[in-house]
DNA sequence: GCTCCATACAACCATATGGTTGTACAAATG
DNA sequence: CATTTGTACAACCATATGGTTGTATGGAGC
């Protein structure tokens, strides 16, 4: 098998949605299923079982059947993967001042005409 | 002058799309205007300028006008904000651990039938 | 097996989104 | 001042998204 990249596409969209985030902070440590998560939120049952099903497309939550409900739980992994892309736009970040520093106390060609 | 509450949706609204997110990690150590980040991608100029002020409204990018052109830069306090969200939801998840790991290790209440 | 409860999914609707082209504005250049 | 270059924005179109209601499936309890 095969283990699926990530697809920040999904991941972002799907956290691109105050109800869907209010899921994931919940299920981080409930363990509601799906009617249950769909009580505290003022649209219907088939809406709230939509948001959840993007939240699992982007592996941000999973399923467990226990007897007829479905406990829905968020996946710390997920989260993991999209503030590991953020990092890497940090590092850049860093990477770019260290460069001008180094520019500064460092010039490799510098000439008395330079500013 | 009051300073804006962070908008998560139009944040990961913005990096849901594979250009935006190009544009954010091409802008964090450019120094190119709109017409030149549009160069890289296989759209119209105006579709890629919908795309930078996309960033812009996140908070994601700035621009500042340098004589006719404006270049583009990636504003790291924004993906700061965002990075902060995802470290609050795992320290949500950290704290259910701890809660989990001390309820075994400290039972409050253990009676002999506890399972 | 029938009924109830939790979940899933299809069909539909209004609006948002991502792209296009065309036009207008702003600053440097002749 | 006219031209060129870079940016902004409006109008339009196709498709995606977020909501609805209604119907179907699957497991627990009688």
């Not at 993967?81 to 770019?96: F, N």
Request: proline content about 6%; overall charge positive.
């Amino acid at each position: 098998m095969q283990i699926a990249p990530p697809d920040f596409d999904r991941m972002f969209g799907a956290l691109a949605d105050p109800t869907r985030r209010d899921i994931v902070r919940r299920a981080v440590d409930s363990e509601e299923g799906v009617a249950e998560l769909a009580s505290h939120y003022p649209m219907s049952f088939a809406a709230v079982q939509k948001h959840i099903a993007i939240l699992e497309r982007a592996g941000l939550v999973t399923k467990e059947r226990i007897g007829r409900r479905k406990i829905v739980r968020t996946n710390p992994e997920g989260l993991r993967v999209v503030r590991r892309l953020l990092d890497r736009y940090e590092e850049l970040w860093r990477g770019r001042i260290d460069r001008m520093t180094t520019l500064v106390a460092d010039p490799p060609d510098r000439k008395e005409t330079d500013q």
